[in-house]
């Protein structure tokens, strides 16, 4: 539960950081607070958190995936239709 906050609390930061670099090489200042609009603060947390979701997306999408089990490739059937590719001991 902690590995999923933090990467969620990274997720969401990471627009924040990436500003604060561009202030930083383009003024060579990031700390002023007149750089940090209501504007600039709210695309910054709009864009976080659409990297949040999409992080959970993928993160669930790939959640309880056997690692173990061998991968068995998309074949034809004998009835030919098409079995798509599966993790299983088949």
Do not use: C, H, K
């Not at 604060?20 to 864009?47: P, V």
């Not at 990297?51 to 991968?71: H, R």
Request: charged letters at 15%.
């Amino acid at each position: 539960m902690v590995r999923l906050l933090a990467l969620n609390a990274l997720f969401f930061l990471v627009p924040f950081a990436a500003y604060a670099g561009y202030l930083y090489f383009t003024r060579r200042n990031f700390g002023n607070a007149e750089d940090w609009t209501t504007r600039a603060i709210t695309i910054m947390s709009s864009i976080g958190a659409v990297a949040v979701v999409i992080g959970l997306v993928v993160l669930v999408s790939f959640e309880g995936a056997d690692t173990e089990a061998p991968y068995i490739p998309a074949e034809i059937g004998e009835d030919g239709q098409i079995i798509p590719g599966r993790f299983g001991d088949d």
